[in-house]
């Protein structure tokens, strides 16, 4: 009579199972070591600085006295540089992305500047400084400015924006393009019509992502010349005595959060340092807000898009 | 009727005003020969079916008619299809691909509206010609979902997304969508092998109806589905068009061994 053969099967399952276990336990403890170490650095941040986070840290301009000193110049000039990043980032990127995905025709020229554009993402931020402290700094004479602040920002998260407009485009389905197409569209009338709407939620997330990381940026920031101790704001158009013009504002000296931060840590008295934490948060916060955003204006346009 | 002066001679067969016709035309995926040779005349307001087994070249015959080809790099034309009654040749560089997708549309294999209200799917194909008046749009738009028989059933939510449609409303909306700027042919693409028996049924029907006013020409795997809707049938087999005739007499009297043998079941 055959014998069953259940038995020994089943040790081979319990053996196989192991592994399961073995590598699950692993992957587990990675995760939570990465997610720990960041929770109680970012603990350790609100312990230190939470106290500082009042109204008048916001409203205050830096000072000699810790207790007294604000981010007021910080924030704005980061709100600021900001919009300069994302006026430069967008329509740069989102063009080109375009360009490479729906126009370009394929051959090696384009396959470099494909292979140009994912390398400068590896770029370290501090060559953009540089690059940008010659070309709009000395040759373009756009001075220390805000104005040169967002272009260089814009210009390091160009490769972020092209990246997440290119692979947004990719995901539209073969078939729905050549149903527009099919009804007598152009090439621009597919693109505007629907590529671009249908890419927004990969656009929006892939501009979130790289502005969340041009706020916490230093490097290029320094390298460019923003000052580190400012007690003024940029020109509000249409105000003061002369009257500022509309654009004024962009040659304007700047600070901007982590120059802050980097300035009170690197004060002797401890009471900066608690400034620091304070500007730490803020910093943190701004960013996990944007990429919350992020999330959130995905998961909207992705209800309305079956595929 | 004109007699057929061999077994060839496809447009001979054809007792009607020839709406379109392919001549010895041949089409290239860069050196893949994917047609050779093929005459194919397309009847004024009737249904031409080509059928074959997959791979045959149905697909790419039919999208030759609205030169999809010309979206991707590498494919190449070659011979002639003439349109009626301009009798232009479709495929001569000369003549604007948008032009003839704009005076030839189609139906996919698979319902793909767009992301976007069931108006706006129907009204898209007047608004690329620069219809911008809401009362025209909304006149068509209604002519056109009465016309695909949906009428009925969105009227009352043209501004929902056209994906929360089913998949037999979301191909009855792409049939509107097509004939919202009256075409004068309609390409299907087996516009019912996903679809259930019923919105199959109800597609067939339409059909029959949209001939009365649109030359429709259909490639369809199902065989039943070429007899019951067809007016002319052409058998396609490794690219070359092997019979051509009317439906009647090529399901009773195929002509050739290789029509007889597929359409009897016997490969394919
Ligand atoms: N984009 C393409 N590039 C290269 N070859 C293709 C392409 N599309 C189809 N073919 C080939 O052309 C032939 C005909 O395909 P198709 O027209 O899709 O057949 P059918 O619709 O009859 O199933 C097949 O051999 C197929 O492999
Ligand atoms: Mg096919």
Known sequence: MAETQGPRLRTIIARNHRWDLIIGTIGLLATTVGVLVLMLLFVDLVIDGWQRLTPDFFLNFPSRRPEEAGILSAW?????????????????????AIYLEEYAPKNWITELIEINVTNLAAVPSIIYGLLALGLFVYILGLGHSILTAGLTLGL???????????EALRAI???IREAAYALGATRWQVVSDHLVPYASGGIYTGVIIGLSRAIGETAPVITIGALTFIAFLPPIPFTGDPPAGPFDWLFSPFTVLPIQMFNWLSRPQTAFHVNAAATGIVIIVATLLMNGIAIWLRSRIRSKLKW | MNQPKTLDDNAAMVTET?????????FFYGDNQALKNVDLPVAERRVTALIGPSGCGKSTLLRSFNRMHDLYPGNRYEGEIRLYPDDVNLVSPEVDPIEIRMRISMVFQKP??????????????LMVRGEKRRSVLEEKVEEALRGAALWEEVKDRLDDLAFNL???????LCIARALASDPEIILFDEPTSALDPIATASIEELIAE??????????????????????YTAFMYLGELVEFGRTDELFVRPRK??????ITGRFG
Not at chain 1, 76 to 96: D, E, I, R
Not at chain 2, 18 to 26: I, V
Not at chain 2, 115 to 124: G, L, M, Q, R, S
Request: aromatic residues 6%.
């Open chain 2, 18 to 26: 020839l709406k379109a016709e392919t001549r010895k035309f041949n």
């Open chain 2, 112 to 125: 793909n509206p767009f992301p976007k209200t069931i108006f706006e799917n129907v009204a898209y194909g």
């Open chain 1, 76 to 96: 704005v000039g980061s709100a600021l540089v900001m919009v300069v990043t994302a006026f430069t980032a967008v329509p740069l990127g989102v063009a080109a």
């Open chain 2, 166 to 172: 089913s998949g037999g409303q979301q191909q009855r």
């Open chain 1, 173 to 175: 389905p073969v078939a």
């Open chain 1, 156 to 166: 390091m998260i160009l490769p972020i924006v092209i990246v997440a407009t290119r």
């Open chain 2, 257 to 262: 061994k290789q029509t007889e043998d597929y």
């Open chain 2, 210 to 231: 949209i001939k009365e006013k649109v030359t429709i020409l259909i490639v369809t795997h199902n065989m039943q589905q070429a007899a019951r809707i067809s007016d």
